[in-house]
């Protein structure tokens, strides 16, 4: 079984700084693409960035330049550093990875969700 764990949010005002953190944990072969998504009240879960295991990375229209998205491959671990925070970013923010378990059987896998309120 494998997991995802996401630590990190909270509530910031308007034009300031967060970083969210997820680490995979569990029998883990391989860790493929990982990504953060987020959900606002009322609203579908949309991504916001994604990375692959080589470092290559997505982001949506509304975060590109102001968030971005990391790795370490070695911890198994993604991070998103979200900066000039707006009101429109309040969401669960939540962590997702294609993992590929010791038994050779690949999931997609979700943490809880973390809660990032940005206050006006």
């Known amino acids: 079984q494998v997991q995802l764990v996401e630590s990190g949010g909270g509530l910031v005002q308007a034009g300031g700084s967060l970083r969210l953190s997820c680490q995979a944990s569990g029998m883990i072969f391989m860790v493929n693409t990982m990504a953060w998504y987020r959900q606002g009240p009322a609203k579908q879960r949309d991504v916001v960035a994604s990375?692959?295991?080589?470092?290559?990375?997505n982001y949506a229209v509304s975060v590109k330049g102001r968030f971005t998205i990391s790795r370490d491959n070695r911890k198994n671990a993604v991070y998103l550093q979200m900066n000039s925070l707006k009101p429109e970013d309040t969401a669960v923010y939540y962590c997702?990875?294609?993992?590929?378990?010791?038994?050779?059987?690949?999931?997609?896998?979700w943490g809880q969700g973390t809660q990032v309120t940005v206050s006006s």
């Open positions: 997702a990875a294609r993992i590929t378990t010791g038994e050779q059987v690949t999931l997609d896998t």
């Open positions: 990375i692959t295991s080589g470092g290559t990375t």
